[in-house]
Structures are given as C-alpha cells and as structure tokens.
C-alpha cells in the first residue's frame, strides 16, 4: 500500500507563488509517474504536470511556463513550483502516483488564488 500526502496549499493573491509537496510512504516498489492533478468546483479534474519515472516532463498547456514539476528520489517527495498564479489556477491539487502495485492518489490541498 502507498500513501501519498499532500501539503503547500493556500490563499495567495494573483501573481504569487505556492510550491505543493507531495510525500510517498509505504510500501513503495516501481514508479512509473507521477502527477499533479486539480480539480476546480464544478469541473473535471484535469492533469496539471506529470514526470515518469525515465524523468520525462508534461505539463497543461495552460501552465506552461508558469508551474514546474520536480522529485527529490532521496526523500520520496514530488514538488509543484507554481509562479505567476491567476484566479483561474483555483482548484483542489492532487498528488497522483503509477507505481507497479496500482494507481493512488493524494488526499488533496485547497489552492486559493484571490485578492
């Protein structure tokens, strides 16, 4: 079993910067992705950025350039930078993991983008 947690979430005023952290525990075999995911009130949840386990990068075209996927191996930790935040970036964030023994998911953090 693979918990993930997230944590970073917020309320931060357009054009500011969160970073999200997601922490691995468990029992943690083969990656083969993992992603964050967000879902606004009302809409589907849709990818955010994803990184496999070859180091290979995707993100939305709507945060190209703005959000920035990374891991930390070492400390079984993904991290989201997201810079130049606008209302439009409000939603909950999940953590998304593909690993040999299944696919999970984070709990999900609030990310609040309001004056």
């Known amino acids: 079993q693979v918990q993930l947690v997230e944590s970073g979430g917020g309320l931060v005023q357009p054009g500011g910067s969160l970073r999200l952290s997601c922490q691995a525990s468990g029992t943690i075999s083969s990656i083969f992705a993992m992603g964050w995911f967000r879902q606004a009130t009302g809409k589907q949840r849709e990818l955010v950025a994803r990184?496999?386990?070859?180091?290979?990068?995707e993100y939305a075209d709507s945060v190209k350039g703005r959000f920035f996927i990374s891991r930390d191996n070492a400390k079984n930790t993904m991290y989201l930078q997201m810079n130049s935040l606008k209302p439009e970036d409000t939603a909950v964030y999940y953590c998304?993991?593909?690993?040999?023994?299944?696919?999970?998911w984070g709990q999900g953090t609030q990310v609040t983008v309001s004056s």
């Open positions: 998304n993991g593909v690993f040999l023994k299944g696919n999970y």
């Open positions: 990184i496999t386990s070859g180091g290979g990068l």
